[in-house]
């Protein structure tokens, strides 16, 4: 039998997912700040080895972290102003309006009008008193090193603030492509807005650096997120546009991502993200990915990559359609970019996001890659003894989660799904129901999947209202936030026991020594 291509999860271990969004905090949203590092105690004295994300990047409209502006640069949403004050870069009277905001949840309007004018008012501090010193490291050598994307991404910034938003498809035609707008006047004109930008990424990267540090410190590994596709409207498309299927002429795309129609929608799922042209990138070496990979080994430890299949074949969609249903499957890359991949990133841990009804085809390439693929505990009751996410399905080389970022808390699912599964549940798992959460994470460490990732909702016996997303709902996404005595009230028994199931199902493995 052929070896598979990676073949790096070798242990067993647990994890939570929490996007840093989610942390507390007083100005609006989580941050890189000292809640983030208590939140990293608290998986290390509970017993767990990793801390699953979402992607980390600046997003826009819809503030899904699955829409970003770029697939390099950080959100500056995320940057702790708490730290900033501390060293001097801003007077706290400053931070009033963004005081004002909830703390249960994030106010993303609200936080776009009173965060950006915050930082804009600590980089002319900055700028502006040569006296003062950050503990992340040289400025101007963090430019230097990140140049390949940073430059362009400030600048796509710089131009989409000077068009009031707009989608850089609708710039004039001389900035609607990045070698073309390097010759604008603009350029210059908008200088000091373009610093702006890449000092907003020197401070996200020096806040996460201290994080990361932090979770290293503590025996945690961080899993990173990335979607297979970008967004149309980000700094990706538009500096390396060649390698997406654009027209030329008119800079939309020829077609775009979806789902073809089916139980759960029979018109399909028309999501927009322009296609890779997949030839491009093959007689290029790959290069944007594997540039675009090693960026998020950067940040992370080990990379969940979403919607794997689409590597195997996506579906495609002649932009235009009014829905899915027009679209075709067209053959993606397949096993020749993931040995490229291997060559260039030796000791690459990715992670594939298998979910949903896989052809042969699909099953055939995550096997060969040898990466973890994902099971999902809601998505197994209900049905018969074969569905592939109930536990005595599953394979060892996968990551299992009660649910994802996309699912209802497991207590919000039980509550709404109908007493056939309920019932199903019961009798699979031989308990009541009335704990279900806690039913779900014992299953999952149970389980002989090797990684087991539990959603910081489950942990806390949180319902329906600490939903994080509600895949094909426009509004009320992203926004769930848990306040400090949440986590507080987890020490003592719920983290004794969390570690008790560590020891009992052998998760207790630490990348320190590589062993339990």
Same mark, same amino acid.
């Given at each position: ?5 990676? @073949? ?51 997003? /826009? ?8 502006? =770029?697939?390099?640069?950080? @959100? ?60 992340? +490291? ?8 990140? /140049? =390949? ?11 989409? @603030? ?24 603009? #350029?210059?004109?908008? $200088? ?58 008119? $800079? ?79 053959? +993606? ?59 005595? @399905? ?47 994470? #014992? ?20 319902? =329906? ?52």
């Amino acid at each position: 039998m052929q070896k598979p291509i990676f @073949n790096w999860l070798d242990h067993r271990g647990a994890g939570v997912l929490l996007h840093p969004t989610s942390l507390p905090g007083d100005y609006g949203i989580g941050t890189l700040n000292d809640h983030c590092l208590e939140f990293i105690d608290f998986l290390s004295d509970a017993g767990f080895t990793y801390w699953q994300v979402c992607p980390l990047g600046p997003t /826009g409209f819809g503030d899904s972290p699955y829409q970003s502006f =770029s697939s390099f640069a950080g @959100n500056p949403y995320l940057i702790s102003l708490k730290a900033i004050s501390e060293l001097g870069l801003l007077a706290p009277a400053i931070l009033e309006d963004l005081s004002a905001l909830p703390k249960s949840v994030v106010d993303y309007g609200g936080l776009f009008n009173a965060k950006w004018p915050v930082l804009d008012a600590v980089y002319h501090t900055y700028t502006n008193d040569s006296s003062i010193e950050l503990p992340y +490291g040289d400025f101007e050598e963090f430019c230097d090193q990140e /140049g =390949s994307w940073l430059e362009p991404y400030a600048y796509f910034q710089a131009l989409k @603030n000077h068009f009031n938003g707009a989608d850089w498809r609708q710039w004039p035609a001389k900035c609607r492509d990045y070698e073309n707008a390097l010759k604008s006047p603009l #350029r210059k004109k908008l $200088s000091n807005e373009f610093e702006a930008q890449k000092f907003f990424q020197y401070l996200f990267f020096g806040q996460w650096k201290l994080v990361r540090d932090h979770a290293a410190s503590r025996g945690i590994r961080i899993i990173g997120d990335i979607p297979i596709f970008v967004a149309l409207d980000s700094a990706d498309v538009w500096q390396n546009q060649r390698f997406f299927q654009i027209d030329p002429k008119t $800079s939309d795309p020829i077609a775009v991502a979806g789902c073809p129609p089916d139980y759960f929608s029979e018109d399909g799922q028309y999501w927009g993200n322009p296609l890779y042209d997949w030839k491009a990138h093959e007689n290029d070496g790959y290069s944007w990915w594997i540039d675009r990979l090693n960026a998020s080994f950067g940040m992370h430890d080990i990379v969940r990559i979403d919607h794997f299949r689409g590597f195997d074949s996506y579906w495609s969609i002649p932009y235009g359609s009014e829905t899915a249903r027009e679209g075709e499957w067209v053959d +993606g890359p397949g096993i020749g970019f993931f040995k490229t991949v291997k060559k260039a990133i030796p000791d690459c841990r990715l992670i594939a996001e298998d979910l949903g009804e896989l052809t042969p085809g699909v099953r055939s390439l995550r096997e060969t890659t040898g990466l973890p693929g994902m099971s999902i505990l809601q998505f197994a009751f209900g049905g018969e003894g074969d569905n592939l996410y109930l536990p005595h @399905n599953v394979h060892s080389n996968t990551v299992l989660y009660p649910g994802t970022h996309d699912n209802d808390t497991s207590i919000g699912w039980y509550r709404s799904t109908d007493e056939k599964t309920q019932d199903h549940v019961r009798r699979y798992l031989d308990v009541s129901g009335e704990n279900i959460g806690w039913d779900f994470i #014992r299953a999952a460490y149970k389980s002989v999947a090797k990684l087991a990732i539990i959603p910081l909702q489950d942990i806390m016996s949180l319902d =329906s209202e600490a939903r994080f997303n509600s895949p094909g709902q426009a509004m009320g996404n992203w926004q769930w936030r848990y306040q400090p005595e949440q986590l507080r009230a987890l020490y003592g028994g719920t983290s004794d026991y969390l570690k008790s199931l560590a020891e009992l199902y052998y998760r207790e493995w630490k990348p320190e020594t590589g062993e339990s």
